[in-house]
């Protein structure tokens, strides 16, 4: 069964006559402000000398006549771009003001539309669908395109801020909703001129203050729901007359995707490598092929850290470990991870509100048999929801003090374990392939050749307590993803980051001469102060190989993405299908990657729906991009990397270049040296 895939674009004509645009060269009233990368293409008719003189800025009303500002007459199709998006979307924003909508603006610019849920019914809050409508021009068919995509929800109090106040403090507050206006409280408070008539919407600091639980998670078919919403949302907006009045909406279906913009990936690019063959699927075939390679460390003692009143379900659990059951067979038979368990050694407190200091104090006076390689479990009474910021740092602060003891560590949220510990045996899987990856052993492989070449990934984390982007870089020295160190720093040092890329290229070459090609996975576009170093060491070691960069971005849902109209109403593509998102001579791509294959007959209802990820491919060597083979192998990689997650047993569709630097970059800055400790720098110790 072929696919039948559809972007979820709406198309729309531009004018085929000239129209007039009003401009000024100073800002007269209300207008637009215009950078000259928008200038008309005309603008000297209107302005003569206006290049020379090289203004950073003009403004303009647009299509209203207003004093101090003349007219131009412009053929849109003649004109930049980034001009006519500008127009359309300051139409589409207008638009939905006029039919009271509320309107903000999402990371990139792109308007978002809230679009309130009458159907909810709730004493504390209202409930606001938001939507995303993004221009495009000419990027995936000859017309302008309109991408309507989901971006998920908003609960917004009903009770004012100058009631919720007396409650919580302001330092709480971000989105507020005032006179049908979308205000970043702590930016634009001088416009909030009466705190009656200013509602908060609902964040994760004002849910953890009034100690609102959580939306439960939804692992249902994400591609249905998501499809259903927009397709509300285009009926009753988009393909209304008094839209098409103002937009010329060419067509009231979804765009199809041209058959010339869609590949596969090789189908050898899904199988991995096991002890016993040659698998796809890790959540089944890691038990029944076992792992690639056991536990490689001898002298393996686990031991416990947990709360004096834990004690029975500490048995319980070192039992589970030990023998498992009729299903999960054991650390050993399941994982490969040969333990003994020393109880006499185990860490015990008895301060539940405040365990660090014990537990310092019970690590710092550890002693360790430098001829044993120990684990520890640590049953933490806080889970991963806690609230308080305090208690939810213990668990990073546990893990730092043991690294400096080179002790590994997993983590168990006591709670979860006492009240499910007849379904745990699921979690104990996933727990038991991360401690086989944290002791060096290889839960299983890709299925590739060998091949010198270096891949260097980054990834970055954003810690909302400290508003503070994190970078962590991590380093490959094998086509098959095995990594060899990590490193994070701050995103603004732009020189370590550009020392880290350097350093993985300087470590290499000695021992593996020079490289076919320098791959490097980018978690946003590399700009040219964070590439020039690694141009400069390929130079002095005189490497002739190319250098790629793929910018991978993991974008969950405001963007393109695509559905397959024949398949049993699932809408999910084939996994391996890639679609170029760009014009012709550009190498943008969405990838998918999941559990439906090409003989899949249902999809499996364990698995996750991932939405495909971006991909943008560019080389300091234009010409290198002209190698369609070499293009279709970077794909390949990104996708076969994403395989290699050793966390958990579910699929990700995120490769692990980018993954693993992120997990390191949430955790390493919550350490109390923000240093990672030289120990942690040699094993997987994250997962």
């Not at 060419?250 to 698998?279: A, H, K, M, S, T």
């Not at 994982?335 to 405040?354: K, Q």
């Not at 060096?440 to 982007?469: C, H, S, Y």
């Not at 390949?636 to 490769?655: A, C, G, M, T």
């Amino acid at each position: 069964m072929s696919q039948e895939l559809y972007f979820n674009i709406i198309t729309f004509d531009l004018p085929d006559k000239p129209i007039t645009f009003y401009f000024s060269k100073e800002k007269i009233g209300n207008a637009q402000k215009l950078y000259k990368t928008k200038f008309p293409t005309n603008i000297e008719d209107l302005f003569p000398g206006i290049k020379e003189e090289n203004p950073d800025f003009i403004y303009t009303s647009f299509i209203y006549e207003k004093e101090g500002y003349l007219p131009l007459k412009l053929n849109l199709k003649e004109q930049p771009t980034d001009l006519i998006k500008h127009y359309y979307n300051w139409r589409i924003k207008k638009y939905f003001k006029s039919i009271n909508k509320l309107v903000d603006k999402n990371f990139v610019k792109d308007n978002q539309i809230w679009v309130g849920n009458k159907l909810y019914k709730n004493n504390n809050f209202y409930k606001y669908f938001k939507f995303t409508v993004k221009v495009q021009i000419k990027e995936v068919s000859e017309y302008g395109e309109l991408v309507v995509s989901y971006d998920g929800m908003a609960k917004v109090f009903k009770k004012p801020i100058s009631e919720i106040i007396k409650y919580t403090s302001t330092t709480n507050l971000n989105n507020i909703i005032y006179k049908k206006r979308i205000l970043k409280y702590h930016k634009d408070k001088q416009y909030i001129e009466d705190n009656t008539k200013a509602y908060a919407v609902l964040n994760n600091d004002l849910r953890n203050a009034f100690k609102i639980k959580p939306e439960p998670k939804d692992d249902s078919n994400k591609y249905i729901n998501y499809k259903q919403k927009i397709d509300k949302f285009i009926q009753s907006f988009i393909l209304s007359d008094d839209f098409k009045a103002i937009i010329a909406v060419n067509n009231d279906d979804y765009l199809p995707v041209e058959i010339n913009r869609i590949r596969e990936v090789d189908d050898i690019c899904n199988e991995l490598v096991f002890q016993d063959g040659v698998g796809r699927v890790p959540k089944s075939d890691f038990r029944k092929l076992k792992p690639l390679n056991p536990c490689q460390l001898d002298n393996v003692h686990f031991f416990f850290i947990h709360h004096t009143s834990y004690t029975k379900e500490v048995a319980t659990l070192q039992k589970l470990l030990e023998d498992g059951t009729s299903w999960y067979k054991g650390l050993n038979i399941y994982a490969g991870v040969l333990a003994h368990f020393d109880n006499s050694v185990n860490i015990i407190f008895d301060d539940l509100e405040n365990p660090l200091p014990q537990i310092k104090d019970g690590i710092k006076k550890f002693k360790s048999d430098p001829n044993i390689n120990y684990v520890a479990i640590y049953l933490s009474p806080f889970n991963k929801h806690e609230p308080n910021l305090e208690k939810k740092l213990v668990y990073y602060k546990v893990k730092e003090q043991l690294l400096y003891k080179r002790i590994i560590s997993q983590v168990i949220d006591f709670d979860r374990f006492r009240r499910n510990q007849h379904k745990f045996i699921y979690d104990l899987t996933n727990i038991s392939l991360a401690l086989l990856a944290k002791l060096d052993g290889t839960p299983w492989q890709l299925n590739v050749k060998p091949k010198n070449e270096l891949v260097i990934g980054v990834g970055a984390f954003k810690n909302t307590e400290e508003n503070i982007r994190y970078v962590a870089s991590a380093f490959s020295f094998k086509n098959n993803g095995r990594f060899n160190e990590f490193h994070y720093f701050s995103k603004s040092d732009v020189k370590q980051l550009g020392n880290a890329l350097s350093d993985a290229i300087y470590q290499y070459v000695p021992t593996n001469k020079t490289p076919e090609k320098i791959v490097i996975h980018f978690y946003k576009d590399m700009k040219d102060e964070e590439i020039q170093p690694v141009l400069e060491m390929m130079d002095k070691l005189k490497l002739p190989c190319p250098l790629f960069v793929l910018n991978i971005n993991k974008t969950k849902s405001e963007d393109i993405i695509a559905f397959d109209q024949n398949w049993n109403g699932e809408l999910i593509p084939i996994s391996g299908t890639y679609i170029n998102i760009g014009p012709k001579d550009e190498h943008k791509y969405l990838l998918f990657n999941n559990l439906r294959y090409k003989k899949t007959v249902q999809y499996p209802s364990y698995s996750s729906y991932a939405f495909p990820i971006k991909l943008k491919i560019s080389s300091p060597t234009p010409e290198a991009l002209n190698d369609s083979k070499m293009i279709r192998k970077l794909i390949e990689q990104v996708y076969q990397f994403s395989r290699l997650y050793w966390k958990s047993l579910r699929q990700q569709n995120v490769p692990i270049t980018i993954k693993y630097p992120e997990m390191v970059a949430e955790i390493a800055p919550r350490f109390e040296s923000k240093e990672i400790p030289p120990f942690g720098q040699e094993t997987l110790w994250f997962l």
